[in-house]
């Protein structure tokens, strides 16, 4: 068993970049706003925050196509209404399935090693969630992604109003899976999100670093997930 599960109960995963990554480099915003100055719109400037405003409520949206379609042609309205672009009425509303391909979960694939990982923990009998800093409807985004099934909690900092590295998120996911924080493993990709604001809260933390070179700021890094789980064992 791989040492950085010893006296673990519970592991936590934060989500982009860790389990997922944005299939344009750019990410979300930068991919939104080449789109749309491609498409000859003058553009406010891009503000990270847009992201939860847009998303806003997600959650609770039907499942049904009409209902999804609904909320891409709002989300598509309150993205043009953010930027401050001054178009025709239905414009909005014509570019709405472009734009959700770039925000939405077909914007995002899953790293090669995710699947595995994901599997052998569930198979040792590991609870496990999510603790990410994005806006409302992650569930959503995991369900359409495939990962929702390995989940026993998926919390995200635009439905709790608590974003990494505050404390409360973690104690929330730790509450949520019913594990002590210090037998919990939480592993993520941010230095300071993650591995240092898990810690804080009482968790063991690993950073994942598959690039390199963020790693030289952690005492305990992975370049895959696979390290995590080799020759894992099932939990007595």
């Not at 406010?44 to 039907?62: C, D, K, N, S, T």
């Not at 770039?102 to 609870?127: I, K, Q």
Request: with cysteine; hydrophobic share 45%; charged share 25%.
């Amino acid at each position: 068993m791989s040492e950085l599960l010893r006296g673990i109960d519970a592991v936590t995963f934060d989500f982009f970049c860790t389990l997922v990554f944005h299939r344009e480099a750019s990410g979300r915003g930068p991919a939104v706003m080449e789109y749309l100055t491609a498409q000859g719109f003058a553009c406010a400037p891009w503000r990270h925050e847009i992201l939860y405003e847009i998303f806003e409520g997600y959650e609770r949206v039907g499942g049904s196509a009409e209902a999804q379609r609904q909320f891409r042609v709002a989300l598509a309205g309150h993205l043009f209404e953010r930027l401050e672009i001054a178009a025709p009425a239905g414009e909005a509303e014509r570019h709405a399935d472009a734009l959700w391909g770039l925000l939405g979960p077909n914007a995002l694939e899953t790293f090669p090693d995710v699947s595995a990982a994901l599997g052998a923990l569930n198979a040792a009998g590991y609870p496990l969630a999510i603790v990410s800093n994005w806006p409302c409807g992650l569930g959503r985004f995991c369900a359409e992604l495939g990962l929702l099934e390995h989940f026993d909690a998926v919390l995200c900092s635009g439905e709790l109003g608590a974003a990494k590295p505050d404390s409360r998120i973690f104690a929330e996911a730790a509450a949520r899976l019913g594990v002590d924080p210090a037998r919990v493993l939480h592993v993520g990709d941010s230095v300071v999100d993650d591995y240092e604001g898990a810690g804080a809260a009482g968790f063991r933390t690993v950073l994942i670093d598959r690039a390199g070179g963020a790693g030289l700021r952690a005492e305990r890094v992975i370049r895959s997930l696979d390290e995590l789980t080799r020759d894992l064992r099932p939990r007595p």
